[in-house]
């Protein structure tokens, strides 16, 4: 009798798949087939079963190729793409207070945004990045951009002290932020989080005035802090205490806290942190840059606080390439605890992506490759001079692989990236508008 197979929308059978799935027996599964339905996965199994029990409209094979999840970019401010080598080679007070916030103030526009954010979104999708949670102005902008071009992405609803051309007081950023929250509320790949800049530009009410809206709409709070001695300073000037223990006095240490940086940590911050669930996105790239600190991961990790990882902007690192960032992690955090076996390839890779998912409240539909999820995934062609040969295919994604090594990548089923042509962003218009903002800017 002969067997009916199931009609799905894509089988993809791939030399190597790497789940990073916490139920999965192991770290990487050989000459596998990922069935997708839609926009999500419907099964992971070996090749030879996936022709016996489905039909598909469309066959993929990868014989050469790691399928990784999608990765996470948890500390982005897209836009700023466009201040891409402005001001380099300054440390951060300097940077910000000197080029940036200047520029900004002279530059900022819905046009920068839409702009900027293409352009990020096109260089993040090259280098396999499906989701990124931003901090910027105009967010109504980024979210617009990023459902344009089926990327999924967290838009921070931004609250700063000072005005901009975003909006004039914290009133205005909370009023025009929740506007935003309001339009995206439902959709499938946009939502929200509030973004209050840092501790040091922030003040109390607002500090207070986000912690229980983001407890009422339950979405998280995206935020620098500990990123400079010279922050830990100023919050002792002006509060007599450590910016964190402030924020904990307003109740933002919890499971929604995404600190981003953390450079600046004394071990009762660290038990804090471990006891209210609060997250840590790490940025190593943008801090070595910078020269802000060290974020002590190993010891992070080893008190079992969740540690995801970011880039920051292309004005700080200047690339938003998350396979880059992975390798700084992975070896910056063996250097800084003197310890070879720490963050092991696959800690960083899931610092890329399971991580990421969770400290967004988003591991029930991305981060992983499980049934159920969304088709978020990444095809990292392994026959390259710079992996071959590949022992340990997680060690190879980890520590070899760069971006021009991935070939194709999915965002909720859809192909964003075919055999490194990107299907949604049209480049050549992407980079006229680079050079129109670098005349414009630079003249």
């Not at 830990?232 to 002006?238: P, R």
């Amino acid at each position: 009798m002969e067997t009916i197979k199931k009609n799905v929308t894509l089988i993809i059978n791939a030399k190597w798949i790497i789940p990073v799935d916490e139920t999965s027996s192991s770290d990487v599964l050989e000459n596998h087939a990922i069935i997708i339905n839609h926009k999500k996965i419907e099964a992971i199994l070996p090749s030879g079963q996936a022709t016996e029990k489905y039909s598909a409209e469309e066959t993929i094979n990868l014989t050469n190729h790691t399928i990784i999840p999608g990765l996470i970019n948890a500390h982005t401010h897209a836009a700023m793409s466009l201040f891409r080598g402005l001001a380099d080679d300054l440390p951060l007070m300097q940077w910000l207070n000197e080029h940036i916030w200047p520029a900004e103030a002279k530059w900022i526009s819905e046009e920068f945004i839409r702009d900027g954010t293409q352009l990020a979104i096109a260089e993040m999708i090259r280098s396999g990045t499906t989701c990124f949670n931003d901090m910027y102005f105009y967010p109504d902008i980024t979210a617009q951009v990023a459902a344009e071009l089926n990327m999924r992405a967290t838009v921070g609803m931004i609250v700063i002290d000072f005005p901009s051309a975003w909006a004039a007081d914290h009133n205005a950023y909370f009023e025009k932020g929740l506007a935003v929250h309001d339009d995206y509320r439902d959709h499938p790949l946009v939502q929200t989080a509030f973004a209050p800049h840092a501790p040091y530009s922030v003040a109390d009410d607002a500090l207070r005035r986000v912690q229980m809206l983001a407890d009422e709409l339950q979405v998280p709070i995206h935020m620098h802090v500990h990123e400079t001695r010279d922050e830990i300073q100023m919050g002792m000037e002006n509060h007599n205490k450590r910016p964190i223990a402030r924020l904990n006095e307003h109740g933002l240490l919890s499971p929604a806290l995404m600190a981003v940086h953390m450079t600046q940590l004394n071990d009762g911050e660290i038990d804090l942190f471990a006891q209210t669930g609060s997250h840590v996105v790490h940025c190593p790239q943008s801090n070595l840059k910078l020269a802000s600190g060290f974020c002590p991961v190993s010891t992070l990790i080893d008190n079992h606080i969740n540690v995801c990882l970011g880039t920051d902007s292309a004005a700080s690192n200047n690339n938003l390439d998350m396979l880059s960032e992975m390798q700084t992690a992975a070896l910056l955090a063996k250097g800084v605890a003197e310890n070879a076996t720490a963050l092991p390839a696959i800690e960083a890779l899931k610092m890329a992506t399971i991580n990421g998912a969770k400290a967004l409240g988003i591991d029930a539909v991305t981060g992983s490759l499980a049934p159920g999820k969304s088709a978020d995934l990444v095809a990292i062609d392994m026959n390259r001079l710079g992996t071959q040969p590949v022992y340990h295919p997680v060690s190879q994604v980890v520590y070899s692989s760069q971006s021009g090594d991935i070939s194709d990548v999915w965002i909720a089923g859809k192909r964003v990236l075919h055999d490194q042509q990107l299907t949604q962003v049209d480049e050549q218009e992407v980079l006229e508008k680079c050079l129109y903002w670098n005349r414009k800017i630079f003249s």
